[in-house]
């Protein structure tokens, strides 16, 4: 099984921006600690991630450092927009801009070119994937192929009491949950897809920040079982929240609903990349991608047809 691990890295200023609160970006405790954690359990675990950047964190000194390790430890660097704007409220001029900027600034800063994006709130449609497409990212990992966003929604708001806490994310709910292309209409290649893998029964999204919440380490394992068996790749999502137990803002915290002390939390990590790793090596998704490109199956191609046909 080919095996991802991504990581965004939403600092606490863009927690609060969900909340409606303007937050600095350099005043972000969040971030340094919990990125050194990610790296340390990646260390340990022997795993190549990707590391999904927002542009706006690049503008400040210490995070571009802590950003330059993470290369330099054979990680991947992707982007996560420049702003952390919803790209699907965007007009087309703000979207553009969007994306075409945290690519900018990720090769200007780090002296990479991102290959791979996902879009802020898993919210994509065609336009920002043409965007993405023609800013010259090989592959998007914005879907979240589930068809239960709306009953999250609810659910985090009720055992938040949050009115603002809710859920983006586009209509994907029939995507595959494996790699595909998007046929778009620019371009003579066609975009990859690297959905963020849900569970195979259900399709309930099982990346961190849900498993922790809602599924016990046990039907996490039967998932993996059976995502090994049917789909025979996994793209397994953690936040830079995973990595902590709370933060210093108490509004950010009852909006996630944190409430497991650390020591829990580690031991959940350690059993989920136990897992996960028991099932094969994880690489890098812009490693991934290429073996998906070079394979060129036809399975691909027919699945790329049934998207397009039932969209
Ligand atoms: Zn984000």
Redesign the pocket.
């Known amino acids: 099984m080919i095996i991802t691990v991504q990581v ?1 890295l ?1 600092g606490l200023w ?1 927690l609060k921006k969900a909340l409606g609160t303007e937050g600095d970006p350099a005043e972000d405790t969040l971030y340094e600690i919990a990125l050194r954690r990610a790296l340390q359990f990646f260390a340990k675990f022997g795993i190549t991630a990707t590391f999904f950047v927002i542009g706006r964190d690049l503008e400040i000194g210490w995070k571009r450092s802590l950003l330059k390790d993470v290369l330099i430890k054979g990680h991947e660097i992707a982007s ?1 927009g420049f702003s ?1 704007s919803y790209l699907t409220h965007c007009a087309s001029r703000h979207k553009t801009e969007e994306i075409w900027r945290s690519s900018e600034i990720i090769k200007r800063e780090l002296g990479v070119s991102a290959q791979g994006f996902r879009a ?2 898993y919210a994509v449609d065609e336009e920002t994937l043409e965007v993405i497409h023609e800013a010259g990212f090989v592959y998007d990992s914005s879907v979240l192929p589930t068809r239960w966003l709306w009953a999250l929604s609810l659910l985090q708001r009720m055992r938040s009491n949050e009115k603002s806490a809710g859920y983006t994310g586009g209509n994907w709910g029939n995507a595959p949950n494996r790699p595909y292309f998007h046929m778009l209409k620019q371009g003579s290649l066609p975009l990859l897809e690297i959905p963020v893998t849900v569970s195979p029964i259900g399709r309930l999204p099982i990346h961190f920040s849900y498993l922790e919440k809602y599924l016990s380490p046990g039907i996490f394992e039967f998932f993996i079982k059976k995502i090994a068996t049917r789909e025979d790749f996994l793209n397994f999502v953690f ?1 830079l929240i995973d990595f902590v137990d709370r933060t210093e803002d108490d509004r950010v915290n009852r909006l996630l609903c944190l409430s497991r002390d650390w020591k829990k939390k580690c031991a959940l990590i350690e059993n989920v990349l136990t897992t996960i790793t028991k099932r094969g090596r994880t690489v890098a998704t812009r490693d991934a991608a290429e073996t998906i490109r070079a394979c060129n199956t036809p399975c691909l191609r027919e699945e790329t047809h049934d998207v397009i046909t039932s969209r």
């Open positions: 965004d939403d863009v996560h952390h802020p709130g936040h």
